[in-house]
Nanobody
Framework: QGQLVESGGGLVQAGGSLRLSCAASGRTFSDFAMGWFRQAPGKEREFVAVISWSGVGTYYADSVKGRFTISRDNAKNTMYLQMNSLKPEDTAVYYC??????????????????WGQGTQVTVSS
């Protein structure tokens, strides 16, 4: 089984930026599409973005489109989430996960596995 470890979270003021990283080990990282999800206090975990195995295809939740950018470096077995123009409503624990199927772009949690432990992002107003 592969392992995923998120990092890069922290406290930032509204309008600021953060870049999250998701480091993969134990499986062939480049074989799978990868996604970011988040869970705010008292809310269900929700989809944020997904990137194809090649990095060419991406898909975003409407709430982050135009502000967040997902990318990956297969040579480093790492995926990223660049978050700009952060809002207080972006406060959540952010998780990365591996898509079960190699091709296509999914957004439902049930289509992902090998979840990381999460990294906290807090945006102050």
């Amino acid at each position: 089984q592969g392992q995923l470890v998120e990092s890069g979270g922290g406290l930032v003021q509204a309008g600021g930026s953060l870049r999250l990283s998701c480091a993969a080990s134990g499986r062939t990282f480049s074989d799978f599409a990868m996604g970011w999800f988040r869970q705010a206090p008292g809310k269900e975990r929700e989809f944020v973005a997904v990137i194809s195995w090649s990095g060419v295809g991406t898909y975003y939740a409407d709430s982050v489109k135009g502000r967040f950018t997902i990318s990956r470096d297969n040579a480093k077995n790492t995926m990223y989430l660049q978050m700009n123009s952060l809002k207080p409503e972006d406060t959540a624990v952010y998780y990365c996960a591996a898509q079960i199927r190699r091709y296509g772009l999914d957004y439902r949690q049930r289509d992902f596995r090998s979840w990381g432990q999460g990294t906290q992002v807090t945006v102050s107003s």
